[in-house]
């Protein structure tokens, strides 16, 4: 699948290295430029933010969870187009997810298509 990019970042946080180390494989080997976050806060520091498209982040990670990182970016005002991944999708997620405009939900595992499809309509 193509993704428009437009030199945009996608950027990816999840505290589970297995996933950051796949999905960023994944994302640079058709050329889409991608960069890992072991958590929130490392996001938080990162000087490329303004270079971020989208944000792939895990809803459940220490310290900050994602739908908290999503939150604390709107409050900035960095509308950043978020996809949010979870090993355990619930009613409380998907609620919080939707309220803050989040633009997908994906549940883990994940197929690669589904994810690129997400990015693709996060960047278009």
């Known amino acids: 699948m193509q993704v428009p990019h437009a030199g945009r970042l996608v950027a990816i946080v999840d505290d589970d290295n297995s996933v950051r180390t796949a999905v960023g494989g994944l994302l640079r080997s058709i050329g889409v430029p991608a960069q ?67 633009r997908r939900l994906l549940t883990k595992p994940f197929n690669d298509d589904d994810l690129l499809r997400a990015i693709h309509d996060a960047l278009s």
Do not use: K, W
């Open 36 to 102: 890992v976050f072991a958590s929130a806060e490392e996001f938080l520091r990162s000087a490329n933010m303004d270079q971020v498209g989208c944000l792939v982040v895990d809803a459940n990670m220490p310290n900050m969870s994602g739908l908290d990182l999503h939150q604390t970016l709107l409050g900035q005002g960095n509308l950043i187009p978020t996809i949010v991944i979870t090993a355990y999708p619930s009613d409380h997620v998907r609620a919080r997810a939707e309220q803050n405009g989040v």
